[in-house]
């Protein structure tokens, strides 16, 4: 029991969350009806706090691709790529990426989690220097410690603040490897990778951007914010998840690094764990295949963002800088992004709550995101019911609490 009293203060307010029923951190869903709907606590619930961006997860060809794979090779690989894991769908799911993105090398991990984990700490090692967005997921300052590489921090979308850092570091030995996000998870921002590109190309440096959120969203075939940027030819890794427009699970690398087979022997993350099950794997190339086909569920998805995004900035909430399929109202307090998330959940809508240190300058954030599969009607019954639930929660009296808190 002591060994758990360091997260006594936490453990007090997870506890109180659950005794008032509403606890963000531990909903389960009772059924799945569709990428946009489910059951939770027995009541059918407009689905908007899924990655499900391209809206996949019941797409019949995805659904058939992980039913013919599982039942011709099984549900697992149960072993690591290096040895009993590498099926021949994980090797041409891999080409299918490649393809993808015009690049020669394609690597498949277990998780997106862990191809940051596994890019990044196979990338830069004891003696290299990492420079990281500060508002960088988890997986990325996680992989970052795994390296022991050194560790820079600079200003969130600055380009003038990494080159200042780079420069600090030009006579330092070592590599200098950069990494920002297409999107950003927490207020749905973008960065700005032509003024980044510049500055890695002034200094020598490497590139690593993380398009987990932007994959299938922006871009002209949907490669993300490096191809909507036209600098595609400057990163020198992309790295991505299956988890969200790709609609399972899963994470990969693809890069045209002349000898980059090597990280498949000294990449912990993708050496010491177990590999995607055939159904998976089968499944994301199937989604690959859909959204490569189907630019209308990008474009549908983008017309669903805009739409939220506009109809809650014109409630006079306050929200991320730009529309994407992020939309996050930014809360007063955590206790009031709690009750405002329990309010919308009993009436029928499901959002996510994300805190500080999860979230840039200590913000409280009432986080949407949208899918492709919502219809007008379902972006604006979510927008009805932000507004009924502002109004009774006070939020939206007059001049907007909430722009105070941004
Ligand atoms: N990178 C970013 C930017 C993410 O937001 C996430 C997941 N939220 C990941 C990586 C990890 O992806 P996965 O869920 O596939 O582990």
Known sequence: MALLDKYAPLAEQYRRLEEA??????????????PTEAVIGGRKTLLLGT????????????????????????????????????????????????????????????????????????????GDHLLLDADSHASIYDGSRLGYAQVTRFRHNSPDDLANRLRRLADEPGDKIVIVEGIYSMLGDTAPLREF??????????LVVDEAHSLGV???TGRG????????????????????????????????????????????????????????????????????????????LNANAL???????????????????????????PEAAFGFWAALLKAGLYTNVSLPPATPKGLALLRSSVSAAHSPAQIDQAIALFAAIGRELGLLTGESVLAAAK
């Open 197 to 206: 590109a510049a500055v890695k190309r002034e200094y020598g440096a490497c």
């Open 51 to 126: 990655n499900n961006y391209l809206g996949l997860t019941y797409d019949p060809a995805v659904i058939e691709a992980a039913n013919t794979a599982t039942s011709a090779m099984g549900t697992g690989t149960t072993g690591s790529r290096i040895a009993n894991g590498s099926y021949g769908g994980h090797k041409q799911l891999e080409a299918a990426l490649a393809d993808f993105y015009g690049r020669r090398h394609g690597m498949v991990f277990s998780t997106g989690y862990q191809a940051n984990l596994g890019i990044i700490s196979a990338l830069a090692g004891k």
């Open 21 to 34: 029923g509403a606890n963000p951190f531990n909903v389960p869903f009772d059924e799945v009806l569709s």
């Open 218 to 220: 922006l871009g002209a």
């Open 225 to 300: 914010l490096a191809e909507q940027a036209g600098i595609e030819a400057d990163v020198d890794f992309i790295v991505g998840t299956f988890s969200k427009s790709l609609a399972g699970v899963g994470g990969f690398a693809v890069t045209d690094m002349e000898g980059a087979d090597i990280l498949r022997v000294v990449s912990r993350p993708y050496m010491f764990t177990a590999s995607l099950p055939p159904g998976v794997i089968a499944a994301t190339e199937a989604a690959l295949h859909q959204l490569r086909t189907r630019p209308a569920l990008r474009a549908s």
């Open 307 to 333: 739409r939220l995004y506009r109809g809650l900035e014109k409630l006079g909430f306050a929200l991320g800088p730009e529309p994407s399929p992020v939309v996050s109202a930014i809360m007063p307090s």
